[in-house]
């Protein structure tokens, strides 16, 4: 980490604290490293949301997922006022909520206006029992089951049709199970633009080789065949290019492609009126990343539908998005607390903290890197380069690989910062560690959003026959 200081001062903690507070109220979220709240208290504690960080693991445990509902609640209103304000037309805001899903969550997204995309029968269950509104639930996925897809139909949401296969069971259940009171099932079309964007491998969707969507080369036949099925509404088309992605470039070339497909379809007789641009919006990680703001995202998005359309002569469509990594990561952290160390001289020094790859597998999966600070400390100089291991039984299990912290000792709180988008949700019980408890802070008030597993919680879908007793 290069220090951005005077030669002599060193780095701290409180260095990640959002700098522009009270100046500008509009930061973008997903520029920041800590929550919009993060401040030093007058212990000289990390504070978030009012809540005295330490004081919250006493309270709810460790590790423990620290959600600050003002961030998340800033990033869904500049999305959403952002379409408002750039975008003539109609626009919709999903969140993404494989990010995350969890009922309070999917609640938050809601009650801002924003719709969620779901991507299994248990998100779009989840979504449903948060009180989301089924006409701004949208069902994706590249292989969805034929019970997700009644569980959609049933629940009157949108299903994002993706592959041929998907199509003709959509049709052949409508007819079977739906023959007495066919109704229309609310369609979208995702299609695979063929655009590269500069993301880890794993999670780039956008190219030709994806296992998403239908190939742009098939397109009339399947606008043809969709027109020709009288349970289907395709209300629009889809496409998601690529997660964790700096450049706008990318995302402009994909609204006036869209643009164009919409066209297309129109000519066989589809009455297309919605695109979908997908997310992918990426956030800073670390002081190097420079990702644009939600507000410059949303306005080239806006201006390349808008001007598209403009050129073709098509009215314009009901705009959606559906950001997941920029809505949510930046409202959370993750706290931990300290405990073995091992220092191998001239090598390196290992601090073991009490979580690791089970609650945040990004690290051992995509290399991806974070930063964290200690919580009691946070004025303290970093003076010390260590590396950050979680707990689990694999030497990769490493969250941070030289770490700039101040000397940590036992009973410390180490804070990993950006953890609220693909943590929780791709958590496990690796090496049967139960999750983590999650709370939700405001106004100096934390409640509980997702409870500690317990080891009875780790047991309750084993089975034990008779006979191996
Ligand atoms: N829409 C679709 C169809 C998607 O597949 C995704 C992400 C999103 C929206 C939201 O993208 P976002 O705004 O979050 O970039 N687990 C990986 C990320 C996988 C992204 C999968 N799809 C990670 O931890 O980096």
């Known amino acids: 980490m290069v220090s951005t200081h005077p030669a002599g001062v060193q780095d701290a903690g409180t260095q990640y604290l959002p700098q522009r507070r009270n100046t500008n109220t509009n930061i973008s979220p997903n520029q920041e490293l800590l929550p919009l709240t993060a401040k030093a208290n007058s212990q000289g504690n990390l504070e978030i949301g009012g809540c005295d960080v330490t004081t919250l693991v006493e309270q709810f445990g460790s590790p423990l997922y620290i959600l600050d509902e003002e961030t998340l609640r800033t990033a869904c209103r500049q999305y959403r006022d952002g379409f408002q304000k750039y975008y003539p037309g109609e626009s919709q805001v999903l969140y993404a909520s494989k990010a995350w899903n969890c009922l309070a969550v999917c609640a938050i997204a809601g009650s801002e206006g924003l719709g969620i995309d779901v991507v299994s029968g248990g998100e779009l269950y989840t979504a449903l029992a948060a009180g989301v509104s089924?006409?701004?639930?949208?069902?994706?996925?590249?292989?969805?089951?034929?019970?997700?897809?009644?569980?959609?139909?049933?629940?009157?949401?949108?299903?994002?049709?993706?592959?041929?296969?998907?199509?003709?069971?959509?049709?052949?259940?409508?007819?079977?199970?739906?023959?007495?009171?066919?109704?229309?099932?609310?369609?979208?079309?995702?299609?695979?633009?063929?655009?590269?964007?500069?993301?880890?491998?794993?999670?780039?969707?956008?190219?030709?080789?994806?296992?998403?969507?239908?190939?742009?080369?098939?397109?009339a036949e399947v606008f043809e065949f969709v027109s020709q099925q009288p349970n289907l509404n395709c209300v629009g088309l889809h496409a998601h290019i690529g997660s964790q992605i700096f450049e706008r470039q990318p995302h402009r070339d994909l609204a006036a492609v869209m643009v164009q497909w919409l066209r297309d379809a129109n000519k066989y007789g589809l009455n297309v009126t919605e695109l979908n641009v997908g997310g992918g919006l990426g956030i800073k990680y670390v002081e190097s990343d420079d990702p644009p703001s939600i507000d410059e995202w949303v306005k080239a998005i806006c201006e390349v539908v808008q001007s598209a359309c403009a050129a073709e002569n098509l009215p314009l469509p009901k705009l959606l998005s559906e950001p997941g990594r920029s809505l949510i990561a930046t409202s959370c952290v993750t706290?931990?607390?300290?405990?073995?160390?091992?220092?191998?001289?001239?090598?390196?020094?290992?601090?073991?903290?009490?979580?690791?790859?089970?609650?945040?597998?990004?690290?051992?999966?995509?290399?991806?890197?974070?930063?964290?600070?200690?919580?009691?400390?946070?004025?303290?100089?970093?003076?010390?380069?260590?590396?950050?291991?979680?707990?689990?039984?694999?030497?990769?299990?490493?969250?941070?690989?030289?770490?700039?912290?101040?000397?940590?000792?036992?009973?410390?709180?180490?804070?990993?910062?950006?953890?609220?988008?693909?943590?929780?949700?791709?958590?496990?019980?690796?090496?049967?560690?139960?999750?983590?408890?999650?709370?939700?802070?405001?106004?100096?008030?934390?409640?509980?959003?997702?409870?500690?597993?317990?080891?009875?919680?780790?047991i309750r879908q084993d089975c034990l026959p008779e006979r191996l007793k």
């Open 134 to 219: 089924p006409a701004k639930i949208y069902l994706h996925g590249n292989n969805k089951s034929r019970e997700e897809l009644i569980l959609a139909i049933e629940s009157g949401v949108t299903i994002v049709a993706d592959n041929w296969y998907e199509l003709h069971t959509l049709v052949d259940i409508v007819e079977t199970l739906h023959a007495t009171s066919p109704s229309k099932i609310r369609v979208m079309l995702r299609l695979t633009p063929g655009i590269e964007c500069h993301t880890h491998e794993y999670i780039r969707t956008g190219h030709l080789d994806s296992k998403f969507g239908f190939d742009p080369n098939d397109l």
């Open 335 to 458: 706290a931990y607390t300290v405990g073995s160390s091992k220092t191998i001289p001239e090598i390196r020094t290992y601090v073991s903290i009490d979580g690791g790859m089970s609650d945040n597998p990004r690290p051992i999966t995509y290399q991806s890197v974070y930063r964290a600070v200690i919580a009691n400390k946070l004025s303290a100089s970093h003076t010390e380069t260590v590396t950050i291991a979680g707990k689990h039984c694999e030497s990769g299990d490493i969250l941070i690989k030289n770490a700039q912290l101040p000397k940590t000792e036992p009973g410390d709180i180490l804070v990993v910062m950006a953890t609220g988008a693909y943590n929780y949700s791709m958590a496990s019980n690796y090496n049967r560690l139960p999750r983590p408890a999650a709370v939700v802070v405001a106004n100096g008030e934390a409640n509980l959003i997702l409870q500690r597993e317990t080891y009875q919680d780790l």
